[in-house]
């Protein structure tokens, strides 16, 4: 079998699982188009987020376990969009916490500007020291009151800022501006990527791998914990979305019309519709980010960065910037990541801190990379798809296995109840297996870099 041929068949075989799942009621497959379609759209988002990965290592070898930070930056750009300000937030302490953020900015940028100019010496450290002293104490200052009068307002609401206040109490009338939110998300995860990355680019890998994960973890407890961002804890609800309601659809006439003319009920069918709508949003912009990649790849640039990867020495020896380079990749693949999680945000409809998690957001993504073939974009885009179909589908097999090997056994019997105990961690043990046959049998990946 040809690599081409290989490479359609594999395509073919994962849009085959997508479509049984719809269509088919046998063994593990529900034969509902609504699990299907919410399937493939959490699919179309973690083969995004496997694009930005790839980028990363596939292109330059960056090993980056901080997918959840990025992923979570995104899911604020939404709130910070698409939600209205909470009224009289911004008069009441608002603009003391924006002004105690100056301010806290303005002292770090003092000492390093202290550091630089002034001769070393004993004065200077002592200098420096008193700064950061004074400086961190007028910024706990004003911060603090700030965020108790934001945070004192009707908490079991909102208590927090707010987004830009978009048709105020009519909000969800702009639904559009979620899907504006999606890029600002990649803007703002890129602008933390270059803060990172100024910082810990020049660590070895493995030391790289474990700053990004303490910064992911960073960013994830201020988002848990700073309630006048984003609620913390307590989630932001109701975000508005791009596609319709779907008891909107059902009280639509012409829409139970065209319902009737399909067969089917309009409350499955509004259902179907939002969801295709999602889907066709996403894939839209899997296309556009595809197409981008693939140019970069195949451009000067991508050539460059693929001869960083493999020998850094060789690069750096021929006159390319090798930091700098990495630095431009490291924020591209954060930026795709941010999107990634904007997306989610909406489609969730809610930002829940809380659930980010590195098991779904790095160890998952990096499966999909291993697995669709690392260097290559088709490939990543294929392990997003495989991985989450397996994901999403292992634990009813995993219930299934559990029932098969225990259908003899009493109820109360210590084999059924441990067997039915683990039936819920079977993805886990599904995830390492094929994780391991990949890298035995097609260590490049099932799609692998040309």
């Known amino acids: ?130 700064l950061l002293v004074l400086g961190f104490f007028a910024f706990r200052a004003v911060f603090d009151g700030g965020v108790a009068k934001v945070e004192d ?26 899907v504006v939110a999606w890029p600002v998300g990649g803007v703002l995860a890129a602008g933390a990527a270059w803060i990172i990355g100024k910082t810990a680019l020049g660590l070895r890998s493995d030391y790289l791998a474990i700053a990004t994960l303490g910064i992911a973890e960073i960013i994830i407890a201020v988002m848990k914990n700073e309630d006048w961002l984003g609620r913390g804890v307590k989630n932001v609800v109701g975000l508005p979305r791009p596609v319709p309601y779907e008891i909107e659809l059902q009280a639509d006439p012409t829409f139970i019309e065209k319902a009737a003319g399909w067969g089917l009920d309009p409350v499955i069918a509004s259902t179907l519709y939002t969801k295709v709508g999602y889907a066709l949003l996403f894939t839209v912009f899997l296309v556009v980010l595809l197409w981008l990649a693939q140019r970069a790849l195949q451009s000067p640039w991508g050539r460059m960065m693929r001869a960083i990867r493999d020998n850094e020495v060789a690069a750096e020896a ?30 969730d409809g809610q930002l ?78 599904t995830m390492g297996l094929v994780l391991l046959l990949v890298l035995r049998f097609s260590p490049r990946g099932l799609m692998p870099e040309r």
């Open 1 to 130: 079998m040809t690599l081409s041929m290989r490479n359609t068949f594999l395509v073919v075989f994962v849009a085959a699982l997508y479509i049984l799942e719809g269509s088919t009621t046998f063994w593990i497959f529900s034969g509902s188009w609504d699990s299907a379609l919410k399937m493939l759209n959490f699919a179309l988002i973690s083969a995004i987020m496997a694009l930005g990965v790839n980028l990363q290592w596939g292109f330059a070898g960056l090993f980056n376990i901080g997918i959840m930070g990025f992923v979570a930056l995104g899911g604020l750009a939404t709130v910070l969009i698409s939600m209205p300000s909470t009224p009289g937030a911004w008069s009441a302490g608002g603009w003391q916490i924006l002004f105690g953020l100056l301010l806290g900015a303005a002292t770090v940028i003092g000492a390093v500007l202290m550091l630089r100019w002034l001769p070393k010496g004993r004065m200077r450290v002592l200098m420096t020291i008193a």
């Open 153 to 178: 307002i009707n908490p079991a609401l909102t208590g927090y800022l707010g987004g830009l206040n978009w048709g105020g109490e009519n909000y969800k009338d702009y639904g559009w501006l979620t």
């Open 318 to 347: 021929m006159g390319k910037n090798v930091t700098a380079r990495h630095l431009q990749i490291f924020i591209l693949g954060s930026a795709i990541c941010g999107i990634a999680g904007a997306m989610m945000t909406t489609l």
């Open 352 to 429: 829940t801190p809380g659930t980010y998690q590195p098991l779904r957001f790095t160890f998952l993504i990096w499966v999909m990379v291993i697995v669709g073939g690392s260097g290559n974009n088709f490939g990543a885009i294929l392990g997003g798809f495989l991985i989450w179909w397996l994901w999403v589908m292992v634990e009813p097999l995993g219930q299934w296995i559990a029932q098969v090997t225990t259908s003899g056994f009493d109820p109360d019997h210590w084999f059924r109840v441990r067997m039915e105990d683990a039936a819920a961690h079977f993805r886990l043990f």
